[in-house]
């Protein structure tokens, strides 16, 4: 059974920084694509961060525009866990964040993740 668990979330002052970490079970996180994905109160879920599978473009990473120099997102295969690095937090950067997976092993869109997580909240006081 696919599970992913994320912890990590809570409440931290603009220009703080959290790691969120997405424990994975019942498959290796080298064999999926993990993505977290992000959705503010209003909003539709949006993509964070992805990084890809061992068997497509070796474990490449891609960023979101509002992510790119803040964020870094890295993979653990012994213990099979994804963090989610995020540094400079912005109060529009407030949301829950989900960890999910893609079993393409492609970081494609936010519709084509088939496992998710329960959520952390993340919220940035300004």
């Known amino acids: 059974q696919i599970q992913l668990v994320e912890s990590g979330g809570g409440l931290v002052q603009s220009g703080g920084s959290l790691r969120l970490s997405c424990a994975a079970s019942?498959?290796?996180?080298?064999?999926?694509?993990i993505g977290w994905v992000r959705q503010a109160p209003g909003k539709e879920r949006e993509g964070v961060s992805c990084?890809?599978?061992?068997?497509?473009?070796?474990?490449?990473?891609t960023y979101s525009d509002f992510a790119k120099g803040r964020f870094t997102i890295s993979r653990d295969s012994a213990s099979n866990m994804v963090y989610l690095q995020m540094n400079n937090l912005k109060s529009e950067d407030t949301a829950v964040y989900y960890c999910?997976?893609?079993?393409?092993?492609?970081?494609?869109?936010?519709?084509?993740?088939?496992?998710w997580g329960q959520g952390t909240q993340v919220t940035v006081s300004s």
């Open positions: 990084i890809s599978s061992n068997a497509n473009s070796d474990g490449s990473t």
């Open positions: 999910a997976a893609d079993g393409s092993g492609l970081c494609q869109t936010v519709g084509d993740y088939g496992y």
């Open positions: 019942g498959f290796g996180v080298v064999f999926h694509s």
